[in-house]
């Protein structure tokens, strides 16, 4: 009985720890854009925020298939300016891409909308 209590407890663990809490933004041509808002963190004048695209069908790049694309954002909300500082993607929930920003930092203007909408609806300051 322990034993079973102890791994009951595990798998609860284990799931909290990869819970992720989503957010629609948008939907537009199979693709719905969510945020994660558990991921909104202050980094000095900066916030960190991730956004998943998740497409109706998987995609496919060389021999990788996707169906999900998450980008970490940094973003300046006053300036208008973001930074993705990393790009994974996943296949029905399983990471099978994943890759560093390899830029130094720099922030770029971003005029579609998405940081307004994250900055002011969001982001809590």
Same mark, same amino acid.
């Given at each position: ?5 102890? +791994? ?6 284990? =799931?909290? $720890? ?12 199979? +693709? ?6 558990? #991921?909104?963190?202050? =980094?000095?004048?900066?916030?960190? $925020? $991730? $956004?998943?695209?998740?497409?109706? #069908? ?29 790009? #994974?993607?996943? =296949? ?34």
């Amino acid at each position: 009985m322990k034993k079973i209590l102890l +791994i009951l407890m595990s798998i609860i663990t284990i =799931q909290s $720890v990869y819970a992720e809490n989503f957010k629609t933004m948008l939907r537009n041509n199979g +693709i719905t854009f969510q945020i994660d808002l558990d #991921s909104i963190k202050k =980094q000095g004048q900066y916030h960190h $925020v $991730v $956004v998943a695209q998740k497409f109706n #069908s998987s995609k496919t790049e060389g021999t990788l298939k996707y169906n999900e694309l998450r980008s970490d954002f940094i973003l300046d909300c006053a300036s208008n300016r973001e930074y993705i500082s990393r790009l #994974s993607r996943y =296949q029905n929930g399983s990471m099978v891409w994943e890759m560093a920003n390899p830029e130094s930092f720099k922030l770029e203007k971003n005029d579609s909308g998405m940081i307004e909408y994250i900055c002011e609806n969001e982001i809590k300051s």
